[in-house]
């Protein structure tokens, strides 16, 4: 019998990582059906999250369209985060705000002192 492969801290890295943005997405999307009236609230809700997958497309991705520097990409991560972190305070929500926020610092280091090493 072949025993259990434990997960590479690489891998666990690169999960939560996903996990944060798409969490960071439906944020957003979140942020816009509540915050407008309709029919802006449909326009908000769609656009927020698109414009944080076109600069996590753009800059982020495995399949960057624009490489940049690790410092450009921790710019364009904070970015996305930092909206997605004022969405949740901006809703009455500061607690889910802060330890969405605390992760995704928490994740932003480990991914960027995996890069620069």
């Not at 940049?68 to 901006?90: C, K, M, N, Q, Y």
């Amino acid at each position: 019998m072949d025993s259990p492969r434990a997960a590479s801290p690489a891998g666990i890295i690169t999960i939560a990582g996903l996990a944060l943005d798409l969490f960071a997405f439906a944020s957003l999307a979140a942020w816009g059906l509540a915050t407008k009236t309709a029919p802006w609230n449909l326009v908000a809700g769609i656009a927020a999250p698109a414009a944080a997958v076109l600069v996590w497309a753009l800059f982020l991705s495995p399949r960057a369209v624009i490489r940049v520097d690790p410092f450009g990409r921790a710019v364009a991560e904070i970015a996305v985060t930092a909206a997605a972190a004022l969405a949740w305070w901006s809703l009455g929500n500061p607690a889910v705000a802060l330890v969405f926020a605390a992760a995704a610092v928490a994740v932003g280091v480990m991914r960027g002192r995996r890069e620069l090493a």
